[in-house]
């Protein structure tokens, strides 16, 4: 009797070990599927591939003109946590940079090395939300072929702000629209789309440009891994613009930008790339 009460206990013990397995078990599975966020760890020092390609129409005065830009670059991302909590503090540059325009049968490709090495500044919360407050000194040639100013904005996908099951989809208003895809190689697939549609102010100071109408479609698939962050962003933008005359504006004019930009992150750069003393204030 005594063996059987000893085996009795030894299967009991058994059984609570495994039930304690299977409780850690399902809470590593919740872990592991906590809520996306960015998180200053996650881009400490991460370098991007960014490939962008854009068509323009602009109707004005009866005449229609066309043409494409191209934008290719690498650019190394640095992250620190500022107060408050749970902001993260960005500082960007890039360490490689083409530009391209093609109009009328002309093409320009301005030299944007002027570009490499100048510091972009900006504040990222969880959500993917970011705010510049520093951009580099661009080049009028390479201004007049691409806009940089706004790079980081709308450079990494939004998040929603809690954990979705696969199909499910989080709404923040008509504004912002986020579906949970089916995981792919142990990562977190997004269905990410953004609509903005309102008056744009011209920036302080400039007396050339009118107020304009602009309506804006982002839409997207962003890959996720829990760990590392941002891993793919492959989304199409669609800008139509609305300008009256106004300023420097002789007649009104209607703007078509369709673009088409793939951001991917690849080998984190080599160690000492990102000092602390980069976040020194300016």
Known sequence: MRGNGDRVRRNGNSVRSCAVLTMLLAGSRVEAQSVPGYTAQQLACARFHESVRSDLTLQTAGRTATANTGRDSYLVVAAIARPPAPQVQLIAWFDSLR?????????????????????????????????????PFVPDAVKEVTDLAGLLDGMFPRLPPRMLQAGEEWRSGDTLAIKRLSDSASLQRFHVQLTLQGPVPPPPGDSLTPTYVRTLNDRGVAAWDPVRGPMRYDHEVTVEATVPVGG???????????QQILLERVADPPAGSCPASLFAEP
């Open 99 to 135: 530009v391209w325009r093609s109009a009328g049968g002309n093409r320009q490709e301005p030299d944007a090395s002027g570009v490499l090495g100048g510091r972009y500044r900006a504040l990222l919360l969880p959500d993917g939300s970011t705010t510049t407050h520093i951009v």
């Open 248 to 258: 420097a504006i002789r007649n009104p004019a209607r703007s078509l930008v369709e």
